[in-house]
């Protein structure tokens, strides 16, 4: 699991981009830092990726789910504790309604 988040005295957030892979922004309000994260979601999905995940600030999971279907994803919560959840994002993976076809009986 990666490091998810640092709260010291300059009240930094780090930001998951990739596993191992993280952005801080320095004297940067929580505002910025949801900013950053929303749009770095936003350009995965619009890259087209079938599947991904990214931790994301629960204070930031409805916005992140409403942008998501928008764009034709569904997502599913994974781990997580009070701040922040495992979210795994994924487009066009829902089942879809089965074909009909009509037959005749011989009767």
């Known amino acids: 699991m990666p490091v998810k988040a640092f ?3 300059t009240h ?6 990739d596993d ?3 952005l801080r922004f ?3 309000s929580e505002d910025f ?3 950053v994260e929303i749009g770095m979601v936003a350009v995965l999905m619009d ?3 079938r599947e991904f995940s990214r931790w994301i600030s629960r204070g930031n999971l409805g916005q992140v789910e409403a942008i998501a279907k928008q764009m034709g994803y569904h ?4 781990s997580g504790d009070g701040e922040w959840v495992d979210l795994t994002f994924r487009h066009g993976l829902a089942k879809s309604k089965p074909s009909l076809r ?3 009986s011989a009767g």
């Open 7 to 9: 709260r010291g005295p």
């Open 12 to 17: 930094m957030r780090h930001i998951h981009l």
């Open 20 to 22: 191992g892979l993280r």
């Open 26 to 28: 320095p004297a940067r």
């Open 33 to 35: 830092d949801q900013g």
């Open 47 to 49: 890259q087209g990726m």
């Open 75 to 78: 997502t599913v919560e994974g």
């Open 102 to 104: 009509l037959v005749h």
